[in-house]
């Protein structure tokens, strides 16, 4: 158990409908990032949270959103779902500046038939 | 905008031998780099890390060299064990966020 937890593990939905993802960080850890990972593709970063407020934005759709609520944990949206959509999809947490590495989630694996 | 490349989807070593693996970037703005290995049904751990100011960090059987000049920097496991085998993600960033992954390397070790 990393400490980062995500729900659910498994996500089956068709193409057209919205979906929410969420994370729960590390005790302690105030930055949340969102990365999606697609068949054979590496991590690809979305976007970080870093306590309450967006802090880097990478190659999220406008489809996509995030947030962070107060007691840090946060969700990402997904709506208008594609099929492109399925994929893995990882939340990661760190203290603040992340030098030690991200605590990684067990991902949310998405399902879009 | 593939920042950081890993070109070897697998690599296949017998164990006890040394693993490398590699790893390229673009951006030479990058000043931090990660090595992070991944289990089935498991999110990435971290692994090791190096930081710009340095060509070379070392943990246990584990490390990374960097090479600025090249943009290159690789994973060296010695000696390789069974366990070893797993997806190990090359990652790099400007200070510590917005961290670009690689697509990663099947690292197969062979008893």
């Known amino acids: 158990d990393s400490g980062v937890t995500q729900t659910p593990k498994h996500l089956i939905t068709a193409t057209g409908q919205r979906v929410t993802l969420r994370c729960s960080p590390r005790?302690?850890?105030?930055?949340v990032y969102w990365y999606q990972q697609s068949l054979d593709q590496g991590l690809q970063f979305l976007i970080q949270y870093y306590n309450g407020e967006e802090r880097a934005k990478g190659n999220i759709l406008e489809r996509f959103s995030a947030q962070q609520f107060p007691d840090l944990h946060s969700e990402l949206n997904l709506s208008s779902l594609e099929l492109g959509d399925s994929a893995l999809y990882f939340c990661?947490?760190?203290?603040?500046?992340?030098?030690?590495?991200?605590?990684f989630g067990s991902g949310t694996r998405l399902t879009v038939v | 905008d593939q920042q950081v490349k890993q070109n070897s989807p697998s690599l296949s070593v017998q164990e006890g031998r040394i693993s490398i693996l590699n790893c390229d970037y673009t951006?030479?703005?990058?000043?931090?780099f990660l090595w992070y290995k991944k289990y089935p049904a498991e999110g990435p751990t971290f692994l090791i890390s190096?930081?710009?100011?340095?060509d070379k960090n070392e943990d246990g059987r584990f490390t990374v060299f960097l090479n600025k000049s090249a943009k290159h920097l690789s994973l060296h496991i010695v000696p390789s064990q069974p366990g070893d085998s797993a997806v190990y993600f090359c990652a790099a960033s400007v200070g510590t966020n917005d961290m670009r992954f690689g697509a990663g390397t099947r690292l197969t070790v062979k008893p």
């Open positions: 005790s302690g850890d105030l930055s």
């Open positions: 990661a947490s760190s203290l603040d500046t992340g030098i030690y590495g991200y605590t």
């Open positions: 951006n030479s703005m990058f000043d931090y």
């Open positions: 190096i930081s710009s100011i340095k």
